[in-house]
């Protein structure tokens, strides 16, 4: 389970910013502002999303392939 203190910071700890953000999902800032206040799981999938996505990218994602 992967858990962050605020949206934001999340985005910040990705080094994405809130216009890059939403620039990937075609919305406007204000549009993501909207969701992050509204704290439903939609944007939680979303952030997850972009964790798993640009995580990895970065290296800053632990994958687990001990499958033998």
């Given at each position: ?36 206040k509204q704290d439903k799981a939609r ?7 972009l964790i798993n996505y640009y995580g ?7 994958t687990h392939s001990s499958r033998v």
């Open positions: 389970m992967i858990k962050y203190k605020c949206i934001k910071c999340e985005f910040k700890r990705l080094g994405l910013t809130n216009i890059q953000v939403a620039t990937i999902l075609d919305i406007s800032v204000q549009n993501l502002d909207y969701l992050i944007i939680h999938w979303i952030t997850l999303g990895e990218i970065n290296g800053t994602t632990q």
